[in-house]
């Protein structure tokens, strides 16, 4: 290791105050980041709803089958992350552009595989049994959603490999920028201002897919042309072995299958709104997304709280591995309280921004209320998934998940959906069982963890 890669390196942390203090300065920017890209979600599905009931739940049903498997993707590559702010925790920088270049190539190749099977979205639909006309407008919608899921993976794969290097706040102006590209173009596709068609539910997607590939090319150009893109790899470097590929794909194949372990559900659970009509399917959709929305918050602190963890065993550092972690939980779930206040209080005010109909008003504000309930452990399990990946743990973390969320959320939606006659209300009640049970299963693996020596990877 040279000198200046010495000086460069992350210092240790030694206060509770620092801990704080150096959590936020590296979560704030990715809040707003990731906060970013679920309001352009939150976007679509406002402007969406002002169309049209119909128009909404096409989107709402093509969006919760399209999102799961981009968080798998999303998942898979978030082992760029982890390398990344190891070797930048060791003051290896010259590794980090490699293991950008390695993100980038897995996300182009996760892109395209995502992208051909949302090709096949209304089959997939019928196949699950939801209403033909739901699954036409569904698979349609899907189709548009395929041509940029390379580009959202890409852009993701930067992204990490930005926040790795303790650089986040280029994905965050990045992504208020897209804000405003998505809402313009929303204007002229949805409704078809200046002359534009009005495609509707269609015009959303195609300004989102639009939206990412513009995001993806500023991101990459950026950590092309940064003033220390010499330093860390970047420009001048070469490509790494397949061997650093291999534990990138060892972090990253668990994570995805997490991810698309919870990711899907949530989704399920759309899906299963839609056998309650298009009303319930609408009025979930919006409580989901408000959810979605907030989740960013926590999403946020575990970046940041994963890249302060991968310092921490950089640098060999076991105390602050396990003050790191336990900081990040405790700011997200103090953060999700304060949000989780909002739903309480002023849920039809939420709701009210996303549709004006008056049966899907009722149904999504005593929903959210419910959901308000499941924030703050939604916030810690996200949180403490992000530190066990940091550390290295492969597949207990996704074994833990599965329990949570199929052996016990789904089936208890079901019942108090359908079976005790709540419809969604009772759905978003089945989900609040599971990320409670995540929550405390997924901190005692940690607590359990951090007894023992965690090494870089």
Known sequence: MDNASQINAPVPVRTFSDHVRLTLALAWPVVLSRSGLMIMV???????????????AHLSIAMATQITLMLVGIGMLFGTMVLTAQAHGAGDHAQCGGILRLGLVHGLGLGIIVGLLCLFGEEFLLLIGQDPGIAAGGGRLMIQYAWSMPAILMMVATGFFLEGISKPRPSMIVTMVAIVVNALLNQLLIFGDYGAPALGA???VIATSISRWLMMIALVAYAWTMKDSVEFGVR???????????????????????????????????????????????????????I???????????????????????????????????????????AMAFIGVAFVFIPDKLVG????????????????LVSALLLVFDGAQGVLMSVLRSCGEVWTPVLLYGFSFW?????????????????????????????VLAAVL???RFRWLARRPIRRL
């Open 442 to 444: 997924l901190g005692l």
């Open 407 to 435: 052996a016990v959320a789904i089936p208890f939606a079901a019942w108090v959906g359908f079976s005790r006659g709540y419809g969604a209300p009772g759905l978003m009640g089945g989900m609040l069982a599971g990320v």
């Open 353 to 368: 921004v996303y549709t004006s109909d008056p049966e899907v008003m009722a149904i999504a504000t005593a929903t959210v």
């Open 292 to 334: 979605a929305l907030a989740f960013m918050v926590a999403i946020g602190f575990g970046v940041a709280t994963g890249v302060r963890v991968g310092n921490a065993i950089g640098r060999d550092d076991q105390q602050g591995i396990f003050r790191a972690a336990w900081v990040g939980v405790g700011l997200t779930c103090v």
């Open 42 to 56: 939150s976007t679509d599905v406002a402007m969406t709803g002002h169309a049209g009931q119909i128009e909404l």
């Open 202 to 204: 269609e015009g959303a």
């Open 236 to 290: 001048g470097g070469r490509f790494p072995g397949w061997q650093l590929g291999k534990t990138l794909r060892k972090i990253g194949y668990p994570f995805g299958i997490a991810q698309g372990i919870e990711a899907s559900a949530f989704s399920s659970l759309v899906l299963m709104a839609g056998y309650l009509g298009t009303a319930a399917l609408g009025a979930y959709q919006i409580a989901q997304n408000l």
